[in-house]
């Protein structure tokens, strides 16, 4: 516990057994530090909803991948990357799995300041932000326009 001390976040990966993140969030509550958790990998990115740790976390920063098991957990429809990308910037984007699935897991997170951060590799990053109980939704694009054409992968620069 004394790790906890004087700290303003506790981020945490989906690598640990759930009791070890449940203990974790435990503890860094009791300590009031935010708690950051990252997928890490498609098939570990649900532990986050076993013992209701989804409420008790401050952030969430899936990848596409992640969200799309996060949003079948939520019996929400599966898309592609390629027809989310399509509708990103249209009135559509609320209608989607992936949007729709963010937004209520936002809702269910417990924190006046909630994050979620939905990396997409190229396309860039659909952020959400719970500020005075509404939702802020933005979709921040890649810096570098065209740069996603010669890209081969993003597996390990933080978006697989």
Known sequence: EQLFENRDLVVIDANLRVETISAVIEIAKAYKIKVWFEPTDL???TKIVVNQN???IDGLSPNFNEMIELS???GMKPMSLD???KLLHSDFLPETGIFKTAEMIL???KADDATIFVTMGPVGTLALKKTDGKIVTRIVV???IGIHEKMVSASGAGDA
Do not use: D, H, S, Y
């Open 43 to 45: 098939a570990k990115a």
């Open 54 to 56: 989804l409420e008790k």
């Open 72 to 74: 079948k957990t939520f």
């Open 83 to 85: 027809e989310f990308e």
């Open 107 to 109: 809702r269910k997170m």
């Open 142 to 144: 890649p810096p570098v």
